[in-house]
């Protein structure tokens, strides 16, 4: 997923284990699920010069969650 998010200009700059934080804070297990926090430097730069509140909704997420031998990665539309 790094690979094809760099080949894409993003790089990650948070990385979440969510099941990893259920199990150690509530003693719950579960099913993989990370949150991938990204950034295309280029895009996000060009974004802050017009506007610095952008900044709110910089990083854009990226959800990577296990279900049975399949990864599905989720992301927001940000045209939407």
């Known amino acids: 997923m790094r690979a094809t998010l760099a080949g894409q200009g993003f790089g990650v700059l948070t990385e979440i284990d969510v099941s990893a934080t259920f199990e150690a804070?509530?003693?719950v297990t579960?099913?993989?699920f990370k949150i991938l926090g990204t950034?295309?430097?280029a895009t996000?730069?060009?974004?802050?010069?017009?506007?610095?509140?952008?900044?709110?909704?910089?990083a854009s997420d990226v959800e990577?969650?296990?279900?049975r031998a399949r990864t599905f990665v989720?992301?927001?539309?940000?045209a939407s």
Do not use: F, Q, Y
């Open 74 to 78: 989720s992301i927001a539309d940000p």
């Open 39 to 41: 950034c295309n430097p």
């Open 30 to 32: 579960g099913p993989p």
């Open 44 to 58: 996000a730069h060009r974004a802050l010069e017009l506007d610095p509140a952008v900044a709110l909704m910089l």
């Open 25 to 27: 804070e509530l003693a």
């Open 64 to 67: 990577l969650r296990g279900v």
